[in-house]
């Protein structure tokens, strides 16, 4: 599976971003895909996930409330809205194809991964 994403960009503290991740190769209604993010010198973290048919959702609890994944089987795309921005949102964004149709937060869940956009907020 290959998979792009974008939407990524420097924001001011309070603002909103949409990411967008088109995925190609595999059958796109058929896995979960999730978002996580890497911050500068820190791990990886989950963010979101979402099911194959959109019906179920995870969230960390430092994005819950702020941001909404969604995906569009037609378009084969996933999608993060991220509102409310801190600058502790700043990171590497990535999106992750899921090995199965419901997938949570685990990396080993996902085999394979986008090379992520910079989300970027400034207080």
């Known amino acids: 599976v290959q998979l792009q994403a974008s939407g990524g960009g420097l924001v001011l503290a309070g603002g909103s971003l949409r990411l967008s991740c088109a995925a190609s190769?595999?059958?796109?209604?058929?896995?979960?895909m999730g978002w996580f993010r890497q911050a500068p010198g820190k791990e990886r973290e989950f963010a979101a996930s979402i099911s194959w048919r959109g019906d179920t959702t995870y969230y960390a609890e430092s994005v819950k409330g702020r941001f909404t994944i969604s995906r569009d089987n037609a378009k084969n795309t996933v999608y993060l809205q991220m509102n409310s921005l801190k600058p502790e949102d700043t990171a590497v964004y990535s999106c992750?194809?899921?090995?199965?149709?419901?997938?949570?937060?685990?990396?080993?869940?996902?085999?394979?991964w986008g090379q992520g956009t910079l989300v970027t907020v400034s207080s």
């Open positions: 992750a194809a899921g090995r199965s149709r419901i997938t949570r937060g685990n990396p080993i869940e996902y085999d394979g």
């Open positions: 190769g595999r059958t796109f209604s058929n896995y979960g």
